[in-house]
């Protein structure tokens, strides 16, 4: 075993992450619930960045209901980073044997 050549690789896998990290918090993610009535972004890091509602759902009966709808859209939005974050930080180290680490 060339220690050498483990300590690049693991630096270059370093680099590596530390770029999809990057890249992954500056990405945004849609959620939508209501059809388009309610629409929330979120960035990779999970903070909200915007929170749209359709002017038809905004009266006093509908709270209940849009308050569900917005928690619906979050989970959403939250999910889609979720899954980008494990798809991209996976298919980085996938191939990287750990065995006898």
């Known amino acids: 075993m060339d220690i ?29 619930a209501g059809g388009n009535g ?12 915007s929170v749209e509602i359709a002017d038809d ?10 308050q569900d709808l917005i928690l619906i859209a979050v989970n959403e939005a939250v999910e889609k980073a979720f899954q980008d974050r494990e798809s991209k930080l996976g298919s980085a180290t996938s191939g990287l044997n750990l065995s006898g680490m």
Request: aromatic letters at 2%; a negative charge.
């Open 4 to 32: 050498q050549k483990l300590m690049e690789q693991a630096r270059q896998m370093q680099d590596n992450l530390g770029k999809i990290e990057e890249e992954l918090n500056a990405t945004e993610y849609e959620g939508k």
């Open 38 to 49: 309610v629409k929330v972004v979120v960035n990779g890091r999970n903070e909200v960045q």
């Open 57 to 66: 759902l905004m009266s006093v009966d509908n709270k209940e209901m849009l």
